[in-house]
């Protein structure tokens, strides 16, 4: 069986240039051990740094592409396409050759003047630090998304899924994904991506959240957004309550929030018809320390996973589970990457 390219993701594609660092590589360019930022100017050697002396590897990056690539993993050949803005180079073709290897269709817009976006990964023991130039990927506009052919894909596709980075990209294009979520009932769903969105694009990011019918994130997003929100708690379960509650455009649908906590239990609050909130712990696939090669993108699998299982109907607890076990197999590999010969999905016991 093939698909008919029932998911739409749009984002910002990256190249990932990941090494293995140390603190002394992280106090020099100013990082956290296990953070995401937006580079600066103090931050552009750290690229070619990590190249010449860090043994870094090439991967094709950006969160979304990541999920983009981990949800094709799972559902049939022609389910999923990816949109995005890169540069006219060699790194934009490495980007679309990796993408073709995993099935996953690919429709850039391609920059005339800025170089094909890149992420530097910083790699100490099992954590990691990400500092984005977004270059060409912040140069997405709405008249690719709306133009013939891509917006023939949008209207195909059944359920769109956006991550927050976007935010600082284009806004238009994302709120032209929700509103026509919105009006033809089907499923828009976002992903916070990293706390600094919720702390500095706070404007767009409520600007989308009527339209959520999932959102995705962390606990260190979640926390981020309850201090930017005032929402004066840093319990897990109340934050998710308190989105899932927020008001909503599509009313036929009930929004679902998903806050993974790394090792510890996913909490998913899911809202009803009669205005109460379902709040459910699931505990993770259980993984030795010994089997885990890089935590980079496990966020970005445990989003595959998930909205692989929404596209093909699953329950919520499936969907979950889905996530969980794409995530368990996406750090056993090196960087956002799933493992070949093609694993098949089963549900954990």
Not at 2 to 12: A, H, M, V
Not at 43 to 70: C, F, P, V, W
Request: overall charge negative; some cysteine.
């Amino acid at each position: 069986m093939t698909g008919n390219f029932e998911l739409l993701c749009l984002e910002n594609p990256l190249l990932d240039i990941q090494g293995q660092g140390d603190d002394k590589l992280l106090e020099k360019y100013g990082l956290k051990a296990n953070d995401a930022i937006l580079a600066e100017s103090k931050h552009m050697d750290l690229y070619e740094d990590l190249i010449q002396n860090h043994s870094a590897k090439l991967i094709a990056g950006g969160a979304a592409q990541n999920t983009a690539r981990g949800a094709q993993y799972i559902l049939p050949p022609d389910s999923v396409v990816y949109v995005g803005c890169v540069g006219k180079d060699k790194y934009a073709e490495t980007l679309k050759e990796a993408c073709a290897k995993a099935g996953l269709r690919v429709e850039y817009r391609y920059d005339e003047e800025q170089p094909t976006g890149r992420c530097g990964v910083v790699i100490t023991g099992h954590n990691r630090s990400m500092c984005t130039d977004l270059a060409a990927a912040n140069c997405y506009k709405l008249d690719h998304l709306k133009g013939e052919e891509v917006w023939g894909l949008v209207e195909k596709a059944k359920v769109y899924f956006v991550g927050g980075y976007h935010l600082t990209v284009c806004v238009d294009a994302v709120m032209a994904l929700a509103e026509e979520a919105a009006s033809k009932n089907k499923i828009f769903m976002l992903s916070l991506s990293a706390p600094f969105i919720c702390q500095f694009f706070k404007d767009p990011l409520d600007k989308t959240a009527p339209y959520w019918d999932y959102v995705i994130g962390n606990e260190t997003e979640a926390l981020a957004y309850a201090e930017s929100h005032s929402l004066n708690t840093t319990n897990i379960e109340e934050i998710a309550t308190a989105l899932a509650k927020l008001p909503k455009k599509n009313e036929k649908r009930d929004r679902t929030v998903i806050i993974t906590q790394g090792t510890d239990p996913t909490i998913v609050a899911a809202a009803g018809k009669d205005g109460k909130v379902d709040v459910k712990s699931f505990p993770v696939h259980e993984i030795g320390e010994e089997k885990i090669n890089d935590t980079n993108g496990a966020g970005d699998a445990f989003a595959a996973g998930f909205v692989a299982g929404v596209v093909q109907g699953s329950d919520l607890a499936t969907s979950v589970d889905m996530g969980q076990w794409i995530a368990k197999l996406s750090i056993q590999e090196l960087g956002p990457s799933y493992p070949f010969p093609k694993q098949t999905y089963s549900a954990s016991s």
